[in-house]
């Protein structure tokens, strides 16, 4: 595998459900991030970590539970989620945290809540 | 409010022509501009970048221009193919921590590009 993986790359769940995305990088990169496309929004950052501590939570409700167990993986834990949580949820990852750092994207989690 | 604005959701042009798509921007601290471009079923891919102490940055087929002052960038794809075809997301960072984060990326909605043969 290279570049940036996810899993599932679809999933259904209803409200009362708990269910977990995973994200896996291959290219020894510090820094990962997770982002949430909902229909016509922009991409949005929810959490960003670097060297496996969250240093940031962009104000993302305690239904998603970030863990980045080593710096090539990165999961979301979901629970209780509303049918407004459906969207596309990407993972990056960068070499380090920063502005001339680019980014690189997984496909992407594709997310409905019933 | 949106910090980064790409407001011509779709373009369509002619194979072999110009494709040049727009975006503003509203935060003079941001300094690094970046296109990425989507598949569907995929994640968006990096294509190209600029800092804010260039106005121009070519590579290949696909160049971005920058306006500083006008706090604008485009990115023209000459001659457009139809595997050019996409969405294209025109992101912005700031090296320097000013109220937002530090180096995080701030997207637009993304442009729909349909290249026609």
């Known amino acids: 595998e290279t570049g940036v993986t996810q899993t599932p790359r679809h999933l259904v769940m209803g409200m009362t459900n708990k269910k977990s995305l995973k994200c896996e990088q291959h290219l020894g990169h510090n820094a990962m991030y997770w982002y949430k496309q909902s229909a016509k929004k922009p991409l949005e950052l929810m959490f960003v970590y670097s060297l496996e501590e969250r240093v940031e939570n962009n104000s993302v409700p305690s239904r998603f539970s970030p863990e980045c167990p080593n710096s090539s993986h990165l999961f979301l834990h979901l629970h209780t989620l509303q049918p407004e949580d459906s969207a596309l949820y990407l993972c990056a990852s960068s070499q380090e945290r920063g502005a001339y750092n680019e980014q690189f994207f997984g496909p992407g989690t594709r997310l409905t809540v019933l | 409010d949106q910090q980064v604005k790409q407001n011509s959701p779709s373009l369509s042009v002619q194979e072999g022509r110009i494709s040049i798509l727009n975006c503003d921007y509203t935060n003079s601290m941001f300094d690094y501009f970046l296109w990425y471009k989507k598949y569907p079923a995929e994640g968006p891919t990096f294509l190209i970048s600029?800092?804010?102490?260039?106005d121009k940055n070519e590579d290949g087929r696909f160049t971005v221009f920058l306006n500083k002052s006008a706090k604008h960038l485009s990115l023209h794809i000459v001659p457009s193919q139809p595997g050019d075809s996409a969405v294209y997301f025109c992101a912005a960072s700031a090296s320097m921590n000013y109220g937002g984060s530090q180096g995080n990326l701030i997207f637009g909605k993304g442009t729909k590009l349909s290249v026609k043969p």
């Open positions: 600029i800092s804010s102490i260039k």
